[in-house]
């Protein structure tokens, strides 16, 4: 392992003070983090920062652990988090080590159902689009795999809009747009589908709220901190992400729309440009705070349900087996809803490790503050390291949910903020 750089903040302990490594390859949030470091004036931190490695696979293929004796707090990639020392409690790590019950579609999906079935009248529970699940391993079983898995979609309508995902990808690889059978059967035949397996398909949101003609998606960012508890926050400087396309609703302008038109219709900032870059002029367009749609009240109410969602959320999977969260770890989600008309409030997924670059230079100071903030809600008290001085806003962060984890599948006591 090369260190291309280690920094050291006044006020050290000892000889060194505590020790940061920070392994994460995208240069944008790598660099919010040191900042966050360096921005302490009593945190006795020393940082050390290490080369990124995006592409880089160990002798089986995949990527070789990062190197964190000595250190008290790894902030990085997932997929290089010693976890033999995180199990140890030797280091704070920035992933809980599993979470699929909450970022993986499908398994998602099957928490909202059954938390649905015990409370029906839950926020939740209204507010998931209606979604299945399915498993294709040969196009020669298409019809089967429809009738047994998503009967609802053989007597589909061409006013009946549906949005087929992959489970397990993310900045909106391989989502279509359908509204009849022979699409949904040419999308799951083609070259890009063939080693994608486990599917997810709900109903299209297709009255979406629009703002100058486009549609667009509520971006949240959400921090967990341990498990002991498990405590959960939603920050509250929200993105509004739009499509680069107008927007036409059914029957609108035009007697036949275009669902092919994904511009129109996928609102993930990633679609932009192929390496995830935008213009001043582009980002202005793309990627607004969600507070600057001009109807505060409407915003600020629909930010109260958007918390209370999370909290339920974050109960529904808590004492499942497919999210088992670690006292010594914390973990940011990128949860995303979709308005729509009528301001009603539709929850479409949860994100690991979101993409925090798509928010581009103009807003970059948001993702900065929220940096500097889960330093002062997860790795101060986890490590016992000393608070920042509060050279930001730290009324952003707003508890929802918290939960003391006794194990992996036991838990009591919640309370949803």
């Known amino acids: 392992m090369m260190w291309w750089d280690e920094r050291g903040v006044r006020g050290v302990e000892g000889r060194r003070g505590r020790v940061a490594v920070v392994d994460l390859d995208c240069e944008y949030t790598r660099r919010a983090v040191v900042e966050a470091f360096e921005g ?79 409370r029906p009248g839950s926020l939740l529970a209204r507010c998931v689009p209606e979604t299945h699940v399915f498993e294709l391993y040969d196009i020669e079983y298409f019809d089967e795999v429809l009738i047994a898995d998503v009967p609802e979609l053989r007597d589909i309508k061409p006013e009946d809009v549906w949005i087929l995902k992959p489970n397990i990808t993310n900045q909106a690889l391989g989502v279509t747009v359908f509204n009849d059978l022979d699409t949904l059967r040419s999308v799951l035949s083609s070259d890009e589908a063939w080693n994608l397996r486990e599917w997810v398909v709900q109903r299209y949101v297709d009255r979406p709220l629009l703002v100058g003609g486009k549609k667009f998606h509520v971006r949240v960012y959400v921090l967990a901190v341990g498990a002991a508890p498990m405590t959960v926050y939603v920050h509250d400087d929200m993105l509004a992400l739009f499509a680069a396309e107008t927007y036409r609703h059914a029957g609108g302008s035009g007697s036949v729309r275009e669902l092919s038109d994904l511009g129109a219709h996928l609102t993930n900032t990633c679609r932009v440009a192929s390496d995830g870059s935008m213009t001043e002029g582009e980002e202005s367009g793309f990627v ?95 490590t016992g390291a000393a608070r920042g001085t509060g050279n930001y806003d730290g009324t952003k962060w707003r508890k929802v949910y918290e939960k003391m984890v006794v194990s992996g599948s036991e838990a009591v006591g919640f309370q949803v903020v």
Not at 53 to 81: F, K, L, N
Not at 99 to 115: C, D, E, F, M, Y
Not at 334 to 346: I, K, T
């Open 288 to 382: 607004k705070l969600f507070d600057e749609i001009r109807d505060e009240i409407r915003v600020e109410g629909a930010k109260e349900g958007i918390r209370k969602v999370v909290g339920e959320c974050f109960e529904a999977v808590s004492s499942d087996l497919s999210f088992m969260p670690l006292p010594n770890c914390f973990e940011l989600f990128g949860f995303d809803f979709m308005l729509d008309e009528d301001w009603g409030l539709w929850l479409l997924e949860a994100n690991a490790e979101p993409d925090f670059k798509q928010t581009g230079g103009r807003l970059n100071r948001i993702i900065g503050d929220a940096i500097k903030g889960v330093y002062d809600k997860a790795v101060a008290p986890l």
């Open 40 to 118: 302490l004036e009593e945190g006795g931190w020393v940082v050390r920062v290490t080369e990124p490695r995006e592409g880089e696979e160990g002798e089986e293929g995949e990527e070789e652990v990062t190197p964190v004796r000595g250190a008290h707090v790894y902030w990085g990639e997932y997929e290089r988090i010693d976890w033999d020392s995180v199990g140890a409690g030797d280091v704070v790590a920035n992933c809980y080590c599993i979470r699929k019950g909450l970022i993986r579609k499908a398994q998602l999906a099957l928490g909202v159902s059954k938390w649905r079935s015990k």
